[in-house]
């Protein structure tokens, strides 16, 4: 189990967020603690309300809103009994057993999870202190529950390769709200966790989930405004159904959010670079690897993503790989030459000249052949009994193999030293 506590000033911002999801269908209210009501009489407006209230006995706090989130892993079915026993203990635990909160289990996410707002302003108007919270209760309470109820471990469920399931096509067809859904569930994924530094490799993350973020043509009305849309691909890489507007996700999905985390992503991913490199190195050396579609399937082996881009011709023009593993995104040139388009199609062989290539599939066949002879040995074999000199006359092997090595250093003009000229005079009698 992951718990996530964000706290803030405003109440209505999480509650409204998690009512939103209800309406929607993608969420349920399943617990409703320590309100002067019974849960069945119990509004959302009345609920809001007397949250609000509590919050007001204390007009100094500069923080009233607390929003956490518990999450559990893929794997893991828990029905709603279990869910409240969950969140009662939890909030018991980090000292909201008395607060009121509202609980919501989420179904629009790759794993299960719940939702619950409070306030940490008590009846009296005094502050239960958030600083440190994580480390000093919730930690503690987190493994406890996890012993208690099976639970997969966090430290475990951080290591699960999580992808979320490409959007199927047709989902398209049904309408904008099922694309919108669709679309959110991959993007919040995404954006809170892969590191990019740029709009295409942002584009490569998203394509793996068959999803684009599209900013028009560089005349568009879109694109001088800094607009942006998402849209849907099918299996050819063609953009269909309805584009959605950015702004109108309930979480930050414009143009502006994704660029203001290009320069704190670059540099959380640098740590990750050496490992991804030695990855593709080791994938490079293999002999079955002679293509870059092999290489791409070797890499997908290791929750490594190689998105190849092209131009309408067919020319390989850009190479991006997506570590899954460490939730970073990188082009090739940014890893360096070598894993750039140009590099890889060098190390592979793709695009060399037939006589260059039928040249080292020869050598390699001669050494494969007769391994017990030495390069050496081969070299003297090729060398000509009789050699000719720059000036026309010729020279034997011993003679050439045993006379003095001629050699040329270059000295710079500048370090010449030049001699002293001797002045001239007229000596004194």
Known sequence: MVAVIKSGNSLRRPFHYNENKVAEGVANRILAENFPISPEQLSPENSLRFLSKQASQNDRSKVNAVHISLNFSPDEKLEPETLKEISRGYMDGIGFGNQPYMVYQHHDAGHP?????????????????LHNIGKTKSEPVRKSIEKQF???RAEDQKRQLYIPDPIHVRQAEYGKS?????IGNVLQHVLNNYKFTSLPELNAVLKCYNITADRGSEESRVFKHKGLYYRVLDSDGTKVGVPIKASLFAFKATLPFIESKFVGNELARQKHAQD????????LIRTDIKGLSELKEALDKKGISLVIRQNQEGRIFGITYVDHRNRTVFNGSALGKKYAAKGLKEALGVGHSPTLMATVDKQKNDLTSNPSKSQNEKNADELPLNMTRSDGSESGLLETLMGPESSYSYVPFDWKKRKKKKKKGIKKP
């Open 113 to 129: 999870h719940l939702h619950i707002v409070t306030t940490n302003i008590q009846l009296d108007g005094k502050r239960i202190p």
């Open 150 to 152: 099976g639970l997969v």
């Open 178 to 182: 099922e694309t919108k859904k669709a």
């Open 276 to 283: 991804l490199k030695s990855v593709i190195d080791m994938s």
